[in-house]
């Protein structure tokens, strides 16, 4: 039996069953990472001793006996921007290239409480701004489908790890839609949750109203088991929230009630991409669910709306990168020059060119116009979610307009690489859960099929994506 | 149109060093990205409230306790790069 290939859920009944050890599971990841990472460069860093530290451990209770917690003995990765205690933590940026995390995030803690084993942390583009992951300041990472395409970003590293067969499953980060789109392009399954839901707390601040923590994995119901661990209200994160008493909701197709936004299938989307993900909503219809048409009017407002919050956010909470509180300085003669040369040098281009619309978009003369009218714009965005949802109980959209693209076809030109974005953004502005899971192939390349549903019913989400999971 | 000049204004404010090569791609760059926000005007916002974080908490507090610091002190003093000069 080859253990890469199992799900969460199968090599916890293998595990169970002592049909193989956690150390053998363990071992097989890092074996696989160690033979693919070279070409598909997923990891930034394998943390070989403690996930066999962490193997044992877990194989120390199978041998106890009683409970076994379902993530005990799973090796998963963790995206490069979340904290696990003493393990190089570096953004994928040069200006944190030698820092170690010094505790633990409150989603690592919580899956290492199940007993979880880290292999290690993936590539992502620098400070998570980017959307191919070739941001990276140490190094692309390749798609496991076509090596010469992106895996999608920032959580890029995360979904090719999962693809590869690297690890069982990952966690990543979304801001804008950095977990569903790598899902789309290496053809696995991402949730971002709803605002709230899972706490930041040892995720490197970006953009705070936006970010989310989330789950990247084979499958529907892999993808539950991580987002169930992580979970619920942190005292750490104040902007984390009780989840709410979730009703005893179950699937009838028939009571279905599915939104199909029309502003989503305009110009710019490639004619493939709309194929395939019509007839997966066409398969739900067979099925017996009631499409509805919904409009989202300001869906082309969504992205400039998105690309003024998101880089000003961004421009205050990297003011911390200041050549003397963390890592990478340049010694220099005065104050003021430390800061311009350790930034400078230790930020790359996208990074600085985010800082610097967030700064123009908030300094003096600009606000008004720019940041505040975008603030307003946001409030509209999520009228359209509100008026939409009292119509229907998901929505299905594509994950994103284009298949997944070469390496290097987009990185000279910023704006092209931001409206890949166009699809997933609104639902951050929004706070909305959204999930990402593979809908069909081009050829070699995957596609994914986006279901976002209302605050805090990620059940609804899981089992209109389970339900579609078993048709295909 | 953002200047060069204009660049080097913000790259200061933003506490960010640029090189004279990249003002010119920055200044490029952040014009195109300017020019597709412009598309914002269209939308009439007179009556709308702004929106700065998807839900609706506020006051969430918690006692302020200090964590157990792990740096080593020096003479009770942790050591920082020097800013004073």
Known sequence: ?472 | MISKKEVQHIAKLARLGVTKKEEEKFGNDLSAILDYIEKLKKVDVTETRETSHPTSIKNIMRADEVSKFEKKLIDGHLKVRSILR
């Open chain 1, 1 to 472: 039996m080859n253990l890469t290939e199992l799900t969460i859920n199968q090599a916890h009944e293998g595990l169970k069953r002592k049909d193989f050890s956690a150390l053998e599971l363990c071992r097989e990841h890092l074996d696989n990472i160690k033979n693919k990472n070279k070409e598909v460069f997923a990891f930034l860093e394998i943390a070989d001793d403690s996930a066999l530290a962490a193997a044992k451990k877990a194989d120390d209770l199978v041998a106890r006996g009683g409970d076994l917690p379902i993530l005990a003995g799973i090796p998963l990765a963790v995206k490069d921007n979340i904290l696990v205690e003493g393990v190089k933590c570096t953004a994928a940026s040069k200006i944190l290239e030698n820092y170690v995390a010094p505790y633990d995030a409150t989603v690592v803690k919580r899956l290492k409480k199940q007993g979880a084993v880290i292999l290690g942390k993936t590539n992502l583009d620098e400070f998570a701004m980017g959307s191919s992951t070739e941001n990276s300041a140490f190094g692309p990472t390749r798609n496991p489908h076509d090596l010469t395409r992106v895996p999608g970003g920032s959580s890029g590293g995360s979904a090719a790890a999962v693809a590869g067969k690297m690890a069982l499953g990952a966690l990543g980060s979304d801001t804008g839609g950095s977990i569903r789109l790598p899902a789309s392009f290496c053809g696995v399954v991402g949730l971002k949750p709803t605002y709230g839901a899972v706490s930041r707390f040892g995720l490197m601040a970006f953009a705070s109203s936006l970010d989310q923590i989330g789950p990247i994995a084979k499958t529907v119901e892999d993808a539950k088991i991580i987002y169930e661990a992580i979970s619920g209200k942190d005292k750490m994160d104040s902007t984390s929230v009780p989840l709410p008493e979730i009703e005893n909701w179950k699937l009838k197709i028939e009571n279905l009630r599915i939104g199909v936004p029309k502003e989503y299938f305009i110009k710019g989307i490639d004619p493939e991409v709309e194929k395939i993900v019509k007839s997966a909503i066409k398969k739900y219809e067979d099925a017996g669910a009631k499409i509805v048409e919904v409009s989202l009017p300001h869906t082309e407002y969504a992205l400039p709306a998105y690309y003024i919050i998101n880089p000003s956010e961004a421009s205050a909470n990297l003011a911390r990168y200041d050549g003397i509180k963390y890592g990478f300085s340049k010694q220099e003669k005065s104050l003021l020059d430390v800061y311009l040369k350790s930034r400078g040098e230790g930020f790359g281009t996208e990074v600085r060119r985010r800082i610097m619309l967030g700064t123009y978009a908030l300094s003096s003369g600009y606000y008004e116009a720019y940041y505040r009218r975008a603030q307003r714009v946001r409030t509209k965005v999520i009228e359209d979610f509100n008026n939409a949802f009292k119509k229907v109980d998901i929505i299905l959209t594509p994950t994103s307009p284009v298949l997944p693209f070469k390496i290097g076809e987009r990185i000279d030109d910023p704006l092209s690489m931001y409206l890949v974005d166009v699809y997933t953004v609104s639902i951050n502005l929004a706070g909305l859960p959204a999930l990402s899971m593979p809908c069909g192939k081009v050829g070699k390349l995957p596609l994914g099929l986006q279901i976002i549903g209302q605050f805090f019913k990620e059940n609804q989400i899981f089992e209109a994506a389970a339900f579609f999971e078993k048709l295909s």
